[in-house]
């Protein structure tokens, strides 16, 4: 079982629709969680991180986290070409005495004009 | 903007062949990592570092080698690069924090012939 599961896509929306990007976790331990955004050939920058159940809003990005269902997920509202990218999120444990970092391979978003 | 960097940006080298992938950071990280991509594929941590002097390998099995003997400086070695090898490689640094992101260098993308 992977750490991190994510939808490949690739999700596609027209521009200026609501994108709903979704991930589960296996460890209930983990502990905070990132959403990354990486657009092709280029290296992941951070969207948004949460640690709480709820959610947490910044800008046109909102992200949900609900621990006992091990889920986290992304709102992009207004979505725009440039959102077209792919999503990643990121699951932060403890591992080993170490706070590690796990990755899901990413749900391509594609927003059409 | 993160102050991460890694060099070569894309490297094309011939089988046999020793070859250092760099990464420096300014930020003053303890944490630092080494991800391997390929394309379409998630995130494999393949190495990480503590601190000064400490190192450790990943989840992902690699034949590559890593130091740290500066905080800044995290260099990757690979002694006898093989077509296997080529990937994407990522560097990455992180405040020691639990909910500390990880920030990102933009990356080698490494091509072994």
């Keep these: 079982q992977k750490e991190v599961e994510q939808n490949s896509?690739?999700?596609?929306v027209p521009e200026g629709a609501i994108a709903s990007l979704n991930c589960t976790y296996s460890d209930r331990v983990s502990q905070s969680f990132f959403w990354y955004r990486q657009?092709?050939?280029k290296s992941p920058e951070l969207i948004m991180?949460?640690?709480s159940n709820g959610d947490k809003e910044d800008g046109r990005?909102?992200?949900?986290?609900?621990?006992a269902s091990q889920y986290v997920s992304l709102l992009i509202r207004d979505s725009q070409p440039s959102d077209s990218a792919t999503y990643l999120c990121a699951v932060k444990r403890r591992r080993d005495n170490f706070n590690k970092f796990y990755f899901g391979s990413g749900t391509k978003l594609n927003v059409k004009p | 903007e993160a102050d991460i960097y890694q060099t070569p940006r894309y490297l094309v080298?011939?089988?046999?062949?020793?070859?250092t992938l760099e990464c420096s950071q300014t930020m003053g990280h303890d944490k630092m990592y080494w991800y391997q991509q390929d394309?379409?594929?998630?995130?494999?941590?393949?190495?990480?570092?503590?601190?000064?002097?400490s190192t450790e390998k990943g989840d992902l099995?690699?034949?590559?080698?890593?130091?740290?003997?500066?905080?800044?400086?995290?260099?990757?070695t690979l002694e006898s690069a093989r077509p296997s090898h080529t990937s994407q490689y990522l560097c990455a640094s992180s405040e020691p924090l639990q909910n500390a992101e990880a920030f990102f260098g933009q990356g080698t993308r490494l091509t072994v012939v």
């Design chain 1, 9 to 12: 896509g690739p999700l596609s």
């Design chain 1, 39 to 41: 657009y092709s050939g």
């Design chain 1, 49 to 51: 991180s949460i640690y």
């Design chain 1, 61 to 67: 990005f909102t992200a949900q986290l609900n621990k």
């Design chain 2, 13 to 19: 080298i011939g089988t046999g062949k020793k070859i």
């Design chain 2, 39 to 53: 394309p379409g594929m998630e995130l494999h941590l393949i190495h990480y570092s503590y601190g000064v002097n």
């Design chain 2, 61 to 76: 099995s690699s034949e590559s080698t890593v130091s740290r003997i500066r905080t800044e400086h995290f260099p990757l």
